[in-house]
């Protein structure tokens, strides 16, 4: 049971590109009464994910593992910056992500880019309205 939650977790913080996990933590946070947060997907459980659905290799796990360990570490400091508007931080986190997606995209075959790019589409596409995919659905 405890996998299967996990395994659904991991899907839909990776799918929606990890931006609106951290922009929904931060918008909880700011309004209403207080709620039971869940902690940030780790570097180590989206690179778990990204081995699973893009067949990485070992030498690019090892590429691509202080990228994410980076981006998390922007991310957290950026959520505990409290001089910086909702606004200013959602366009950094942004900005982070996108870095380290093109860093990602530099160590990936062609393939697995094609499918990267799949992947982060279908995270666009709940950003904006999007249903929430479950694992396996395009």
Same mark, same amino acid.
């Given at each position: 049971?405890?996998? /299967?939650?996990?395994?659904?977790?991991?899907?839909?913080?990776m799918?929606?590109?990890?931006?609106?996990?951290?922009?929904? $933590?931060?918008t %909880?946070? $700011?309004?209403?009464?207080?709620?039971? =947060?869940?902690?940030?997907?780790?570097?180590?459980?989206?690179?778990?994910?990204?081995?699973?659905?893009?067949?990485?290799?070992?030498?690019?796990?090892?590429?691509?593992?202080?990228?994410?360990?980076?981006?998390?570490?922007?991310?957290?400091?950026?959520? $505990?910056?409290?001089?910086? /508007?909702?606004?200013?931080?959602?366009?950094? %986190? =942004?900005?982070?992500?996108?870095?380290?997606?093109?860093?990602?995209?530099?160590?990936?075959?062609?393939?697995?880019?094609?499918?990267?790019?799949q %992947?982060?589409?279908?995270?666009?596409?709940? =950003?904006?309205?999007?249903? %929430?995919?479950?694992?396996?659905?395009?």
């Open positions: 049971m405890k996998k /299967s939650l996990l395994c659904a977790l991991l899907t839909a913080a799918a929606c590109g990890g931006t609106a996990l951290y922009a929904q $933590q931060d %909880m946070s $700011q309004s209403g009464p207080p709620q039971q =947060h869940r902690p940030p997907v780790t570097a180590e459980q989206r690179l778990q994910y990204l081995t699973k659905q893009l067949n990485l290799t070992s030498d690019q796990q090892e590429k691509i593992k202080p990228i994410l360990e980076n981006e998390n570490s922007q991310m957290q400091t950026l959520r $505990q910056d409290t001089t910086t /508007s909702r606004d200013e931080k959602m366009a950094k %986190m =942004h900005e982070i992500r996108q870095g380290s997606d093109d860093q990602i995209k530099a160590i990936l075959t062609p393939d697995q880019q094609q499918k990267f790019a %992947m982060q589409n279908r995270g666009q596409g709940q =950003h904006h309205g999007g249903a %929430m995919q479950g694992p396996g659905q395009p």
